[in-house]
């Protein structure tokens, strides 16, 4: 019997073990045999839950955005920074305040009507719309009036004289109409709360702010003009946001929410929707009418919705696809796929950190978040996690050219224990005792994940072994913890991860611009907010920057939050593969991708991503 | 017969409804909501959706839509997956899910059957040993350790079968599917035809019939078989039940577009109408098999009467 089961056993678990030794001296990952003809395969991670770009939310659906449709710029595909598109140009004021976009004459939808300026005025519009309830609308909140009317808000105005109540009729020095809550209730209690805004507003009529008062509009068929609230010079690089792209009025008022479907879709982009299989594919094809159709070299993309690691990688490895999204490798494949010559790693405009609950002691005492944070070896944390670079600053690093970036301070485990025996946790000699840290009221709550997990026990071990101190772990299911972390209802510290929306440090540094909201810290200070609001305000881009990186040394300095990793790309492409580089958002501007069959010409390596 | 089965579909109703109404409180009583992520919302943009999705009205308002929406057989519109309804994601899935779970069902049901009834006729024989640790093996290896080894061995080192996604029905994309999710069923239905089998070959009636002289062949598929087999069909219920609504493993590690996927997703999505229509459909499944088999019990076995 024992020799039977030998016979039949033997031999398959002989293969399979054979199997899963990976071949080290292949130079790539599996099959490298490039697709017939100028189709690309792509996996582009979860399904997605709109094909509307200004509905949907998500990393996977912006890629598939970028396909269908496209706005006033584009990303450029090595850096990621904003580039003309269906604007050819544009001007800018001395203030950053309001941009004139001059649209090209030669832009049509797929339908081959053109694109004009008053189709982006009404996207624009749509987008803001309180009844379309886009999650992404806080994006255009710099346009004049959009947060108003997003939110339902009314204007103030005298009855007899038609004249609006200005904001600096009630604070401050704008110039700008005052908005009020909608709702009569939240009005109420604002006026009730402030005197001045009583006076104000008594015996005035209320005015609904309009889709036509945002600050929108088109000054003929290809001249698009906008105007802010405030300064924002990275406004041209949100432009290329999903966000704002061009979206047919025709379809929409004809179709309602399904004018995404196949039959129904009209696009803007370099592709028109083929085939869409939820959870199994969506296929595009190369759109004849596109502005600049003859720059297009792929005739169609398959983008596969895929949400297992090992899934994806087997499909990659037996040269079902070409290319996958970012963050595809399972960490225990790393240390053999990072030696191939098809990884692609490269800083992410990503960060990892940990937010401090500054509300509640010992963390509302600033010399105890600054030892914690000196006692992480991050350089250490980063050669663990393996596709991370180590952080010290708040801003990712390597993304932004010229920005100064301030360090945070290093890791010194001397001087974190000096730090936690001034804030009081010392013996009868003035020594630290890592005794008298009330460490019952600190543990380190994140989202259960795998990898969530690996980073707390490593921090954890940290802070054992150089502070004496056990933080005990506690993780959540992702949207409880939301919730939990939003409250502050987490003692000490919690798990934050942030992607920035473009190429600039501000979509970092405005996290802690508002108390509320995405800062989880309760730490919030004006003084801070000057200084951002200084930097937005100066017009030479290398003195701006340097403002920048002075409120980010102040932000470093108060420390509420634990600076971890700047994230990897880590993601794959076969080496015929081209015009698709490692940019810091792994987002890729379609129409310059390619499948080259001249196997002389491939990548042997990461793709050069210097401009 | 009819007055059993009019019966049994009536208690249904109260049943499903039950299942809903403690779905639907879990979905309300967990913390989150499906917008939020980890960038959080400003307020005026989180009513808006509330607005729009009717999560601003009293909770028994809702409540009442959910029963009435359900009692007309529409589950609604899927708070995750903009403009899709409900009822067209399940029209979507179930035939994958369908297609690959009875296939599973059928092969193991074949092979299954076939080696217990061997096993049992051949009692303590190679064949008898063999197969039975071939079953052995099927129920301790679970199918996320099963389906990557099918992978490696015949998409990644032999290309017989693609690893993974779906090419519809029939197709090569099946096999590897079908084979991880019918192993741990085919392996169960053998032990169980075996010992089935065993008992009943040694009952008085087996015994008669040999006495009297008829071919063992005759006696096994004939006579045994029948009530060697009631176990089988005892499990086939709720097996077949949890293989035609879906196997959430499977179909994530083949990325097969069926109900099992949406049905992890729907949740950690908190996308409540597509999480009650999964349910309910489920429920209604489980149900309907649990009757068919006791339809079928009077038909097989002689001492069943309704």
Same mark, same amino acid.
Not at chain 1, 21 to 36: I, Q, R, W, Y
Not at chain 1, 578 to 593: I, L, R
Not at chain 1, 595 to 607: N, Y
Not at chain 2, 112 to 140: C, E, H, K, P
């Given at each position: 019997?024992?020799?039977?089961?030998?016979?039949?056993?033997?031999?398959?678990?002989?293969?399979?073990?054979g199997?899963?030794?990976?071949?080290?001296?292949?130079?790539?990952f599996?099959?490298?045999?490039?697709?017939?003809?100028?189709?690309?395969?792509?996996?582009?991670?979860?399904?997605?839950?709109?094909?509307?770009?200004?509905?949907?939310?998500? %990393?996977?659906?912006?890629?598939?955005?970028?396909?269908?449709?496209e706005?006033?710029t584009?990303?450029?595909?090595?850096?990621?920074?904003? $580039?003309?598109? $269906?604007?050819?140009?544009?001007?800018?004021?001395?203030?950053?305040?309001?941009?004139?976009?001059?649209?090209?004459?030669?832009?049509?939808?797929?339908?081959?009507?053109p694109?004009?300026?008053?189709?982006?005025?009404?996207s624009?519009?749509?987008?803001l719309?309180?009844?379309?309830?886009?999650?992404?609308?806080?994006?255009?909140?710099?346009?004049?009036?959009?947060q108003?009317?997003?939110?339902?808000?009314?204007?103030?105005?005298?009855s /007899?004289?038609?004249?609006?109540?200005?904001q600096?009729?009630?604070s401050g020095?704008?110039?700008?109409?005052?908005?009020l809550p909608?709702?009569?209730?939240?009005?109420?209690?604002?006026?009730a709360?402030d005197?001045?805004?009583?006076?104000?507003?008594?015996?005035?009529?209320?005015?609904?702010?309009?889709?036509?008062?945002?600050?929108?509009?088109?000054?003929?068929?290809?001249?698009?003009?906008?105007?802010?609230?405030q300064p924002?010079?990275?406004?041209?690089?949100?432009?290329?946001?999903?966000?704002?792209?061009?979206?047919?009025?025709?379809?929409?008022?004809?179709?309602?929410v399904?004018?995404? %479907?196949?039959?129904?879709?009209?696009?803007?982009?370099?592709?028109?929707?083929?085939?869409?299989?939820?959870?199994?594919? $969506?296929?595009?094809a190369?759109?004849?009418?596109?502005?600049?159709?003859?720059?297009?070299?792929?005739?169609?993309?398959?983008?596969?919705?895929?949400?297992?690691?090992?899934?994806?990688?087997?499909?990659?490895?037996?040269?079902?696809?070409?290319?996958?999204?970012?963050?595809?490798?399972?960490?225990?494949?790393?240390?053999?796929?990072?030696?191939?010559?098809?990884?692609?790693?490269?800083?992410?405009?990503?960060?990892?950190?940990?937010?401090?609950?500054?509300?509640?002691?010992?963390?509302n005492?600033?010399?105890? /978040?600054k030892?914690f944070n000196?006692?992480?070896?991050?350089?250490?944390?980063?050669?663990?996690?393996?596709?991370?670079?180590?952080?010290?600053?708040?801003?990712?690093e390597?993304?932004?050219?010229?920005?100064?970036?301030?360090?945070?301070?290093?890791?010194?485990?001397?001087?974190?224990?000096?730090?936690?025996?001034?804030?009081?946790?010392?013996?009868?000699?003035?020594?630290?005792?890592?005794?008298?840290?009330?460490a019952?009221?600190?543990?380190?709550?994140?989202?259960?994940?795998?990898?969530?997990?690996?980073?707390?026990?490593?921090? %954890?071990?940290?802070w054992?072994?150089?502070?004496?101190?056990?933080?005990?772990?506690?993780?959540?299911?992702f949207?409880?913890?939301?919730?939990a972390?939003?409250?502050?209802?987490?003692?000490?510290?919690? /798990?934050?991860?942030?992607?920035?929306?473009?190429?600039?440090?501000?979509t970092?540094?405005?996290?802690?611009?508002?108390?509320?909201?995405?800062?989880?810290?309760?730490?919030?200070?004006?003084?801070?907010?000057?200084?951002?609001?200084?930097?937005?305000?100066?017009?030479?881009?290398?003195? /701006?920057?340097?403002?920048?990186a002075?409120?980010?040394?102040?932000?470093?300095?108060?420390?509420?939050?634990?600076?971890?990793?700047?994230?990897?790309?880590?993601?794959?492409?076969?080496?015929?593969?081209?015009?698709?580089?490692?940019n810091?958002?792994?987002?890729?501007?379609?129409?310059?991708?390619?499948?080259?069959?001249?196997?002389?010409?491939?990548?042997?390596?990461?793709p050069?991503?210097?401009? | 017969?009819?007055?059993?089965?009019?019966?049994?579909?009536?208690?249904?109703?109260? =049943?499903?409804?039950?299942?809903?109404t403690?779905?639907?409180?879990?979905?309300?009583?967990?913390?989150?909501?499906?917008?939020?992520?980890?960038?959080?919302?400003?307020?005026?943009?989180?009513?808006?959706?509330?607005?729009?999705?009717?999560?601003?009205?009293?909770?028994?308002?809702?409540?009442?839509?959910?029963?009435?929406?359900?009692?007309?057989?529409?589950?609604?519109?899927?708070l995750?997956?903009?403009?899709?309804?409900?009822?067209?994601?399940?029209?979507?899935?179930?035939?994958?899910?369908?297609?690959?779970?009875?296939?599973?069902?059928?092969?193991?049901?074949?092979?299954?059957?076939?080696?217990?009834?061997?096993?049992?006729?051949?009692?303590n024989?190679?064949?008898?040993?063999?197969?039975?640790?071939?079953? =052995?093996?099927?129920?301790?290896?679970?199918n996320?350790?099963?389906?990557?080894?099918?992978?490696?061995?015949?998409?990644?080192?032999?290309?017989?079968?693609?690893?993974?996604?779906?090419?519809? *029905?029939?197709?090569?994309? =099946?096999?590897?599917?079908?084979?991880?999710?019918?192993?741990?069923?085919?392996?169960?239905?053998?032990?169980?035809?075996?010992?089935? =089998?065993?008992?009943?070959?040694?009952?008085?009636?087996?015994?008669?019939?040999?006495?009297?002289?008829?071919?063992?062949?005759?006696?096994?598929?004939?006579?045994?078989?029948?009530?060697?087999?009631?176990?089988?069909?005892?499990?086939?219920?709720?097996?077949?039940?949890?293989l035609?609504?879906?196997?959430?493993?499977?179909?994530?590690?083949?990325?097969?577009p069926?109900?099992?996927?949406?049905?992890?997703?729907?949740?950690?999505?908190?996308?409540?109408?597509?999480?009650?229509?999964?349910?309910?459909?489920?429920?209604? *499944?489980?149900?309907?098999f649990?009757?068919?088999?006791d339809?079928?019990?009077?038909?097989?076995?002689?001492?069943?009467r309704?």
């Amino acid at each position: 019997m024992k020799r039977l089961t030998l016979c039949v056993l033997g031999p398959a678990l002989a293969c399979l073990s054979g199997c899963a030794a990976p071949s080290t001296d292949s130079e790539f990952f599996g099959k490298v045999e490039p697709p017939e003809g100028q189709v690309l395969r792509y996996i582009s991670g979860s399904e997605p839950s709109t094909l509307d770009p200004q509905v949907g939310t998500g %990393q996977p659906e912006a890629r598939i955005h970028m396909t269908l449709f496209e706005g006033l710029t584009e990303y450029h595909p090595k850096t990621t920074q904003p $580039i003309p598109a $269906i604007a050819e140009r544009w001007d800018v004021n001395d203030d950053s305040s309001e941009f004139v976009f001059h649209l090209r004459s030669t832009a049509r939808w797929s339908t081959g009507d053109p694109i004009t300026a008053h189709d982006f005025v009404y996207s624009l519009r749509r987008g803001l719309d309180p009844a379309l309830a886009a999650q992404n609308a806080y994006m255009a909140y710099y346009i004049l009036h959009a947060q108003g009317y997003n939110e339902g808000g009314v204007f103030v105005r005298d009855s /007899r004289t038609r004249a609006f109540v200005l904001q600096e009729d009630v604070s401050g020095d704008s110039e700008l109409r005052l908005v009020l809550p909608g709702s009569e209730a939240a009005r109420e209690k604002q006026i009730a709360e402030d005197p001045k805004l009583r006076a104000a507003v008594a015996g005035k009529e209320l005015v609904p702010i309009r889709a036509e008062d945002i600050g929108v509009e088109a000054l003929d068929d290809h001249t698009l003009r906008i105007t802010l609230t405030q300064p924002a010079p990275f406004f041209v690089g949100m432009m290329a946001h999903h966000f704002f792209m061009a979206v047919p009025r025709a379809a929409i008022e004809k179709y309602g929410v399904r004018w995404t %479907q196949p039959d129904h879709i009209i696009t803007s982009g370099a592709f028109t929707l083929k085939e869409w299989r939820p959870y199994d594919r $969506i296929v595009v094809a190369r759109n004849p009418l596109y502005w600049d159709a003859a720059a297009v070299r792929l005739d169609e993309i398959r983008f596969y919705p895929l949400e297992d690691q090992t899934t994806m990688m087997n499909l990659y490895k037996a040269g079902a696809v070409d290319a996958t999204y970012n963050h595809t490798v399972p960490a225990s494949w790393l240390p053999i796929i990072k030696r191939m010559k098809d990884y692609m790693d490269a800083p992410e405009i990503a960060i990892e950190y940990y937010m401090f609950n500054t509300t509640k002691p010992p963390m509302n005492d600033k010399r105890v /978040r600054k030892a914690f944070n000196m006692a992480v070896d991050k350089e250490a944390l980063a050669r663990f996690r393996v596709v991370a670079k180590p952080l010290t600053a708040f801003t990712p690093e390597g993304i932004f050219p010229g920005y100064p970036q301030p360090q945070g301070d290093p890791f010194n485990v001397a001087r974190a224990r000096e730090l936690l025996a001034e804030a009081g946790f010392r013996d009868g000699s003035g020594q630290y005792d890592p005794g008298t840290f009330p460490a019952r009221d600190v543990e380190l709550l994140y989202n259960t994940s795998e990898s969530n997990r690996q980073v707390a026990e490593f921090v %954890q071990a940290q802070w054992k072994q150089n502070l004496g101190i056990t933080v005990p772990l506690r993780n959540m299911e992702f949207r409880t913890f939301l919730v939990a972390r939003a409250n502050l209802e987490y003692k000490g510290v919690a /798990r934050a991860g942030w992607i920035g929306d473009y190429i600039d440090p501000y979509t970092f540094l405005d996290i802690f611009s508002t108390p509320t909201g995405n800062n989880g810290t309760g730490w919030w200070d004006p003084a801070y907010v000057r200084m951002l609001e200084q930097a937005n305000r100066t017009l030479d881009p290398g003195q /701006r920057y340097e403002l920048l990186a002075k409120a980010e040394a102040y932000l470093l300095d108060v420390q509420p939050m634990l600076p971890l990793l700047t994230r990897s790309t880590d993601w794959m492409k076969k080496p015929y593969v081209k015009g698709m580089y490692p940019n810091p958002g792994t987002m890729h501007p379609w129409k310059f991708v390619y499948i080259e069959h001249d196997p002389a010409k491939w990548d042997s390596g990461m793709p050069d991503s210097r401009p | 017969m009819f007055r059993f089965i009019v019966r049994r579909l009536l208690v249904t109703i109260p =049943m499903v409804l039950v299942v809903l109404t403690l779905t639907w409180s879990l979905i309300r009583l967990a913390p989150g909501n499906f917008y939020s992520g980890e960038r959080a919302l400003p307020a005026g943009i989180e009513r808006n959706i509330r607005e729009k999705y009717g999560l601003d009205r009293p909770w028994y308002v809702q409540y009442g839509k959910m029963i009435g929406n359900t009692a007309r057989g529409d589950f609604g519109t899927s708070l995750r997956y903009e403009g899709q309804t409900v009822n067209e994601i399940l029209g979507r899935t179930i035939p994958v899910s369908a297609a690959i779970g009875i296939m599973a069902y059928a092969l193991a049901l074949v092979v299954g059957v076939t080696a217990g009834t061997i096993a049992a006729v051949r009692q303590n024989s190679r064949f008898d040993y063999g197969s039975m640790t071939f079953a =052995m093996l099927g129920i301790s290896m679970p199918n996320f350790v099963l389906g990557p080894l099918l992978v490696l061995l015949f998409s990644l080192t032999l290309y017989w079968f693609p690893p993974a996604r779906w090419d519809g *029905v029939p197709s090569r994309s =099946m096999v590897l599917p079908v084979l991880t999710l019918s192993a741990i069923y085919m392996a169960y239905i053998a032990r169980l035809a075996r010992a089935g =089998m065993l008992e009943v070959l040694r009952s008085d009636y087996i015994r008669t019939a040999r006495a009297k002289g008829l071919d063992e062949r005759h006696i096994v598929i004939r006579h045994a078989m029948r009530g060697g087999l009631l176990p089988v069909l005892s499990f086939s219920g709720p097996a077949l039940a949890i293989l035609v609504t879906g196997t959430v493993v499977v179909e994530r590690i083949f990325a097969l577009p069926g109900v099992g996927n949406y049905f992890i997703n729907a949740n950690l999505n908190r996308d409540e109408p597509l999480v009650l229509g999964i349910v309910a459909f489920i429920s209604v *499944v489980i149900l309907c098999f649990n009757l068919l088999v006791d339809v079928a019990y009077g038909f097989i076995d002689p001492r069943v009467r309704y």
